[in-house]
């Protein structure tokens, strides 16, 4: 059985339908890219596929072209927001790992210097 394209209890959702407010940077056709309401780095931005799935491994193996857009998008964010030195792209997957909302989102990270391994 195929996942809804939208989970009524996703917050992420919410926000592609506009029902909550969010400071919008980026948006194409298959992806929408916000600022993080608690960010972690000067430029901290999630971008989301438009359709629901539950981690990028997911939303990878349902709709390859999907993910594909969610990290040209990240892409496009970073020399918006002028990350020429460099910058983090993350998908925490699962809650061990710090996945707090379970709708596939990309971290953009950047403007300022990243430590690895992360924490
Ligand atoms: P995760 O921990 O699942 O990898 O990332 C979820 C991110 O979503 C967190 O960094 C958190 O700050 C952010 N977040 C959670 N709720 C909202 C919201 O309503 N609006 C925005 N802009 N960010 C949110
Ligand atoms: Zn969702």
């Known amino acids: 059985m195929s996942k809804p394209e939208s989970s009524a209890d996703c917050i992420f959702c919410k926000i592609i339908a506009g029902e909550i407010p969010a400071e919008i940077v980026h948006s194409d056709e298959s992806t929408l890219s916000f600022r993080d309401l608690n960010p972690q780095a000067p430029t901290h931005v999630l971008v989301i596929p438009r359709t629901h799935h539950e981690n990028a491994a997911e939303l990878g193996s349902r709709d390859p072209a999907g993910l594909a857009a969610v990290i040209a998008a990240g892409a496009a964010v970073a020399e918006q927001e002028g990350l020429s030195h460099g910058y983090r792209l993350v998908f ?25 391994p992360p924490g």
């Open 92 to 116: 925490n997957t699962g809650a061990g790992a710090g996945q707090t909302v379970f709708h596939a989102h990309l971290h953009v990270l950047g403007g300022r210097s990243l430590q690895w």
